[in-house]
């Protein structure tokens, strides 16, 4: 009996000639296949390829090359100024011709990263629902989960790697968005291709609707979401339990990210699922490595040690959760004691500093602060904790803008001479000081990062490049290398390690800054992706047998052979 393999999608396969080179063989011609998005390639089709597909006649007589389309977009991009406008442009132009705005993303990423990603996307978000136009990825709501296998069969693609799944109940700083959290998951996998060189055609974004507690929203006759309030306990588990097991049966190669959750449900989806699909949480972990490869850096810039560092962090959410537990290992792996660091590393929520006297979520208690080690403080509030810890570190992640005012660097300027001020919060308007403020205040000594991009601030003579700390310096390298090393899970020793390539990357390439340029995003996720594969043999969590024993300059080819690269491969019908 002869077994037969299923093609890549429903609409194509790709497969190599006798020379070893790709090509794509179509299961559907003619009209039909110019509207699928990563077969159609406008009037880059030879006449060849026109003749044997059914589309002589079908196109403009001219034939392209995929650099003269990328060019031409590019610039009709430059004219539209809005960048609502632009983000919709390119999203439109992902939905017709998928090849070409990989291009167009590939060939202008810093350019373009704050458009499909961080900040604008979180506009995307909010009018979702105004600015849809073609239907993309997974959507499971409470009046289809009971179908969810179904509707996992109906995804025209056969061999998914990587999901990224949003609940949307916590969007960058703006909250809980209902159905218009797919934008998020959508630019996500955007950035796993264009920097993590996973395939478009194995990347799935999902929608997991669950309602909103959102009145406005459930109100509004534009909103496409379902109109009721959000599920909560048993019966939201019970949901997610239905989109893990109808996942794990269609894609059991399958990576999760989960993004974008509330801090308790993202703690509790994240622990409930861990082991049971490959997964984690890019605001909780994502986060927390990429501000610890800066804050890294940023220690060797001033000639010291994370050791050395007293830390504040200013939000106790699950990035802020999830930074001290990235802070707290880099400290455990240079030698400190839990006791010594939890004398190091001060986490405030909105209430002040977390004390292990206070009532607090289950998640918090180990950010806690002993209670005793507090004892004559003058207060617990933000210039009481820099004060009084001698704070040489200040990392925000609460969302709450001019939290970091003149005082507060001040503050921290009275304890080293030149303080890690890192205002990190997405989007902009959430940031907690802007840059060039905090530059102003400091007379240019404080060593400054944040999350949106930032221009470079002209103080005194002098120009001082603001790195960004965007997580898509490790979500793709992570995820990439966890494809690539077929894990059983994603440890929590894989993430850290993804932190310390992405500190080894920058000091290699730009000593003198805490972030790499985001023009390198590609670059770095390599090195990270290499890393995460060795860590993750070396948890004896990688099913991947042709990677072992294999060195690192092999494993960064392996990683460089298999990143995806927007090219139109020629078709062959058979």
């Known amino acids: 009996m002869t077994q037969t393999t299923q093609p890549l999608t429903d609409h194509y396969d790709v497969k190599r000639d006798s020379d070893g080179h790709r090509y794509l063989h179509p299961l559907v011609t003619g009209f039909n296949l110019t509207r699928i998005p990563l077969l159609n390639k406008g009037t880059a089709f030879t006449e060849d390829e026109r003749q044997k597909l059914n589309l002589d006649g079908l196109l403009a007589p001219q034939v392209d090359t995929l650099e003269v389309l990328a060019e031409r977009l590019y610039a009709d991009y430059v004219k539209v100024k809005d960048p609502l406008e632009r983000h919709v442009f390119l ?67 056969n061999d998914v790697r990587i999901i990224v799944a949003t609940d949307s109940s916590a969007i960058l700083g703006i909250g809980d968005q209902g159905f218009g959290g797919m934008a998020i998951s959508i630019g996500k996998l955007s950035l796993y291709t264009v920097a993590g060189g996973v395939g478009p055609d194995k990347t799935l974004p999902v929608e997991l609707d669950v309602g909103t507690g959102r009145a406005d929203l459930r109100e509004d006759p534009s909103y496409l979401g379902v109109k009721h309030d959000r599920l909560k306990g048993e019966e939201y588990l019970r949901f997610v339990d239905r989109f ?25 989806v994240l622990n409930r699922y861990r082991k049971v699909v490959p997964s984690f949480n890019d605001d909780i972990q994502g986060t927390g490595a990429v501000v610890l490869a800066g804050v890294l850096n ?38 400190l004691t839990p006791e010594q660091i939890s004398e190091r590393v001060f986490v405030l929520d909105s209430r002040g500093l977390l004390t292990d006297d206070r009532q607090m979520e289950e998640y918090k208690k180990s950010l806690a602060t002993p209670k005793a080690f507090t004892e004559g403080w003058a207060g617990t509030g933000l210039l009481d904790v820099i004060r009084e810890g001698k704070a040489t570190v200040l990392l925000g992640l609460s969302g709450v803008p001019d939290t970091f005012d003149e005082e507060v660097v001040r503050a921290a300027m009275a304890n080293t001479p030149r303080p890690l001020i890192f205002p990190l919060s997405n989007p ?147």
């Open 298 to 335: 940023a220690c060797r810039l001033k000639g010291e040690t994370l050791a050395e560092q007293r830390v504040v962090i200013s939000g106790a959410g699950a990035g802020g959760a999830g930074v001290a537990a990235a802070i707290r290992e880099g400290m455990k792996r240079e030698g």
């Open 91 to 157: 999203r439109n132009l992902q939905d017709r011709n998928e090849v070409l705005f990989y291009a167009l993303l590939a060939g202008h990423v810093e350019e373009m990263l704050p458009i499909v990603y961080t900040p604008t996307v979180g506009l995307a978000v909010q009018k979702f629902s105004q600015i849809y136009r073609y239907a993309r990825g997974l959507t499971l709501s409470t009046s289809n989960i009971d179908r969810a296998k179904q509707a996992l069969a109906n995804v025209p693609l």
């Open 244 to 268: 893990v097991e109808a996942t794990l049966e269609r894609f059991p190669k399958a990576i999760i990210q989960w993004e974008d959750f509330s801090k308790d449900t993202a703690f509790m």
């Open 428 to 574: 902009t308007a959430n940031c907690e000081a802007l840059p060039e403020d905090v530059l102003r205040w400091s007379d240019g000594a404080a060593l400054v990062a944040t999350g949106s991009p930032f221009d470079p601030v002209e103080l005194n003579g002098e120009t001082y490049p603001i790195g960004q700390g965007n997580n898509a310096f490790i979500f793709p390298g992570l995820g990439f290398g966890a494809i690539l090393a077929r894990v059983r899970e994603i440890t929590d020793e894989m993430v850290t390690e993804s932190a310390y390539a992405l500190a080894a990357y920058t000091q290699r390439h730009h000593p003198g800054r805490t972030f790499p340029p985001v023009s390198e995003l590609g670059a770095a996720s390599l090195e990270v992706a290499v890393a995460v594969i060795k860590q993750a043999l070396k948890d004896g969590v990688a099913t991947e047998f042709s990677i072992r024993g294999l060195s690192d300059d092999e494993l960064l080819k392996v990683v460089k052979d298999k990143f995806w690269q927007p090219k139109y491969l020629p078709f062959k019908v058979e």
